[in-house]
């Protein structure tokens, strides 16, 4: 299966790095997110413009460190007022990738992935990277209020004055009540 021209740029050498410890390789580059695969679980929640790459794959002893930073934009409705909100987030990476036969495999290591062939493949890496960091439910600003559910006057803005306080008429006979907590 080859790999399409546009992510040639997020396949690393193995062979190469590991015959030189220390040895170390830049990946700086932009993607688009579409050709990476990134496809948002979130509905109207989509990745924006080019997704920035800039990560350095160094050679260790017994493995392959890969550290550095995702830059990438997302667009979404937000989800008190709806109205569109668009953020820019930095992601760092620290990845590690080992041979098959390698301990860290047997035991589960987090950040760690087995190097299949030659190459180590970074885009699987980027595109789950991505789309873990789109919200699930937006939000404009913390201080956003929303809609009144009633007139659907912008309250962020504008006050209504309706009552929005909802109330279950079977507890009304429990509205006069007063407790006496002098005890």
């Known amino acids: 299966m080859g790999v399409p021209p546009a992510l040639r740029p997020l396949l690393v ?4 790095l590991r015959r030189q410890p220390g040895a170390s390789r830049q990946v700086a580059t932009a993607i688009d997110p579409e050709e990476l695969g990134c496809e948002s679980p979130v509905p109207g929640v989509r990745l924006s413009g080019q997704v920035g790459i800039d990560l350095t794959a160094t050679s260790g002893a017994d493995d392959i460190g890969v550290t550095g930073s995702i830059t990438l934009t ?30 860290a495999v047997d035991e589960r290591a ?6 299949e062939g030659d190459q180590i493949d970074l885009a699987p890496i980027i595109r789950d990277v991505a789309v873990l960091e789109l919200p699930a439910a937006p939000l404009c600003r913390e201080e956003c209020r929303g809609w ?33 907590d002098s005890d």
């Open 148 to 180: 009144c559910p009633q007139c659907g006057a912008e309250l962020s803005t504008d006050s209504c004055g309706c009552e929005t306080e909802r109330r279950d008429p079977r507890w009304a006979a429990l509205d006069g009540v007063v407790l006496d």
């Open 74 to 103: 997302w667009i979404g409705p937000c989800r008190r007022c709806l109205s569109e909100v668009e953020r820019t987030v930095d992601v760092e990476i620290a990845e590690r990738f080992v041979s098959p036969g390698h301990p």
């Open 13 to 16: 050498n193995a062979v190469e």
């Open 110 to 115: 987090d950040g760690t992935t087995v190097i």
